[in-house]
């Protein structure tokens, strides 16, 4: 009974260190998903580009119109696979043509503008969750 009480008391106190490690998303970040198979999920390098490179147009409170009702980040963990699918085609053929940031918007912001690096992780990122969500 002591060694179970013992055993009891040391495995809370090991779940207690590993829940008070486990980092929460700071405010203003959008949403991962809570289940891997049913929803895109956004990996640290990838949820760190897109905050930087497309948040400012694809947001609730954007004020590029266009670009706020094509799409809003915030709300892609929300989308049924089917969405998810033709957000996944849609999302290969804007960063493999360049379309995305648009040259505009480049023009007026530098910054945006994907580098070679982030626009491979991107594709590999895209990569996994069209696997994922075809089910491959």
Do not use: Y
Not at 111 to 136: H, P, Y
């Amino acid at each position: 009974m002591k060694k179970l009480l013992k055993t009891s008391t040391v495995l809370f106190f090991l779940l207690s260190i590993s829940m008070s490690v486990i980092s929460k998303p700071e405010p203003g970040q959008f949403a991962f998903s809570a289940t891997e198979s049913d929803e895109i999920t956004f990996p640290e390098n990838i949820q760190t580009i897109i905050e930087a490179k497309c948040m400012s147009c694809h947001k609730p409170d954007s004020r590029n119109t266009k670009a706020k009702e094509k799409l809003q980040w915030e709300l892609v963990s929300k989308m049924s696979k089917k969405e998810q699918v033709s957000l996944i085609a849609e999302l290969f053929e804007v960063i493999e043509e360049g379309k995305m940031p648009p040259a505009k918007s480049v023009e007026r912001n530098p910054e945006i503008k994907l580098t070679e690096d982030e626009t491979k992780a991107l594709l590999a990122w895209l990569e996994v969750e069209e696997k994922r969500v075809k089910g491959k």
